[in-house]
């Protein structure tokens, strides 16, 4: 069997920051094993936003996802492990707050925006982005981080292993 360690791209949105979730959010994907080998917090200029969100520039959501990921600091990550992909996706839950299961991070902290969110007609504050699959996460930890941002050490158990 093969064991495929991906990096993957993990945003704590401006509303995860402002309601005091980074730590929460961060130790669980500590406490999955994930390892953290990029971290800076960032102000996001609207120039970076397009870059970062350019599949939805023509959507009708965007202008509200321009001026929220703009609002204020966003944590980015890019974390390492076993399948970080999936692994991070099934953590992070719904895109939709709503219908994020409980015991997901969206599940957990996010579900009280979305009622408030739809009655505006928004999109909904969503606490957290994460890559949707390895192209995505490539290009995005590329957009994110340059390459000597991104540290490579072993995690206490990792150096038992011979």
């Not at 966003?74 to 939709?96: H, N």
């Not at 996460?137 to 590329?142: P, V, W």
Request: hydrophobic share 45%; charged share 25%; with cysteine.
């Amino acid at each position: 069997m093969f064991i495929m360690i991906q990096r993957t791209l993990v945003l704590l949105k401006p509303d995860a920051i402002k309601r005091g979730l980074i730590g929460k959010i961060i130790s669980r994907f500590e406490d999955a094993g994930l390892k953290i080998v990029g971290m800076k917090m960032v102000w996001v200029n609207q120039e970076f936003a397009r870059k970062h969100y350019e599949e939805h520039l023509d959507k009708e959501f965007y202008e509200w996802l321009e001026k929220f990921i703009t609002s204020g600091p966003v944590i980015a990550m890019c974390l390492e492990g076993v399948e970080a992909i999936s692994v991070v996706r099934k953590m992070v839950g719904s895109t939709e707050p709503g219908k994020a299961l409980p015991g997901t991070i969206r599940g957990d902290f996010a579900h009280l925006s979305t009622t408030y969110a739809n009655k505006k007609g928004i999109a909904v504050p969503n606490l957290i982005h994460a890559s949707g699959n390895e192209e995505q996460a490539k290009r995005e930890i590329a957009l994110w981080f340059k390459p000597e941002e991104i540290h490579s050490y072993k995690l206490a158990y990792e150096e038992l292993v011979l």
